[in-house]
T-cell receptor
Framework: AQSVTQLDSQVPVFEEAPVELRCNYS??????LFWYVQYPNQGLQLLLK??????LVESINGFEAEFNKSQTSFHLRKPSVHISDTAEYFC?????????????FGTGTQLKVEL | DGGITQSPKYLFRKEGQNVTLSCEQN?????MYWYRQDPGQGLRLIYY???????QKGDIAEGYSVSREKKESFPLTVTSAQKNPTAFYLC????????????FGAGSRLTVL
């Protein structure tokens, strides 16, 4: 069974500091990878995705993630965070076995940006 | 604007009662999903449907039921058999073509008193 590991349940960081949220997955076959963001009492919103091509993908608000096949990782980074980035971030993987679109989510990382 | 509407936003239920959560989408998506979210556990798939009149169990289907009579609608019933129903429930939809990126509703928070 596919699995996704987000090792850090909480990451506190000061505003304007860099941050990395870690995500590892278990699969030996092709995958689609996603990061979703959830603000309090809301649904999830897609932040960025890796489907194919360039292993570095970016979002419109300055986040980026790099697909590393050898390390089976898809870590999320931002060079300078803002208070408004405070949210919970979920990594998700869709293993391409032809069995339909069943995403597996990690347990989430709560990013708390402090002044 | 296209999107997914979940209702109610908050729901309180007494033990032993069934409740139904509504999910409607106007994105013309074929696939719809129900997830349960608990603190520290991420999202767990309850049921999903890839076409009208057909649905499959997810990882934690016990105590839940669904129907898919219309493409736009995928209601979830939390039955009295669900032993720990207090949670945040998220509905999502996607196309069945391409990468099938999920679009989520705003969620429904169910509390059992």
């Amino acid at each position: 069974a596919q699995s996704v590991t987000q090792l850090d349940s909480q990451v506190p960081v000061f505003e304007e500091a860099p941050v990395e949220l870690r995500c590892n997955y278990s699969s030996s076959v092709s995958v689609y990878l996603f990061w979703y963001v959830q603000y309090p009492n809301q649904g999830l919103q897609l932040l960025l995705k890796y489907l194919s091509g360039s292993t570095l993908v970016e979002s419109i608000n300055g986040f980026e993630a790099e697909f590393n096949k050898s390390q089976t990782s898809f870590h999320l980074r931002k060079p300078s965070v803002h208070i408004s980035d405070t949210a919970e971030y979920f990594c998700a993987v869709n293993i391409l076995t032809g069995g339909g679109n069943k995403l597996t989510f990690g347990t989430g990382t709560q990013l708390k940006v402090e002044l | 604007d296209g999107g997914i509407t979940q209702s109610p936003k908050y729901l309180f239920r007494k033990e032993g009662q069934n409740v139904t959560l509504s999910c409607e989408q106007n994105l013309n998506h074929d696939a719809m999903y129900w997830y349960r979210q608990d603190p520290g556990q991420g999202l767990r798939l309850i049921y999903y449907s890839q076409i009208v009149n057909d649905f499959q169990k997810g990882d934690i289907a016990e105590g839940y039921s669904v129907s898919r009579e219309k493409k736009e609608s995928f209601p979830l019933t939390v039955t009295s058999a669900q032993k720990n129903p207090t949670a945040f429930y998220l509905c999502a939809s996607s196309s069945t073509k391409g990468a099938n990126v999920l679009t989520f509703g705003a969620g429904s928070r169910l509390t059992v008193l």
